[in-house]
């Protein structure tokens, strides 16, 4: 019966066996294969989630934009109502 290999692969000059380095690689393999896949399967959620948010947001512009043209017409008109009654209380004629 042969002894195991082993190698020095730590400063402090403890060795570890051929076998233990195999399993650590393997274990390596599998770990980058499972961030690989979660990487993947994220990016994929984030890309459907950004696709409805884009979709979303179409949506509340849309809602939005006559809403916003009301506002600024009635701005415009409580700015010019506030400049008729400041200039008929000072006494200013105003010529429209």
Do not use: C, Y
Request: net charge negative; hydrophobic share 45%; no cysteine.
């Amino acid at each position: 019966m042969s002894k195991p290999t082993r190698r020095k692969i730590r400063s402090d000059g403890e060795f570890v066996s051929d076998e233990a380095i195999e399993l650590i690689r393997e274990s390596l393999a599998q770990l980058r294969d499972d961030v690989t896949s979660l990487k993947d399967n994220h990016l994929a959620h984030i890309e459907k989630d950004m696709n409805s948010l884009k979709t979303e947001v179409a949506v509340i512009n849309t809602r939005l934009s006559p809403i916003e043209k009301f506002v600024e017409m009635w701005t415009q008109k409580m700015v010019l109502i506030f400049f008729t009654a400041v200039s008929a209380s000072v006494g200013i004629p105003m010529m429209i």
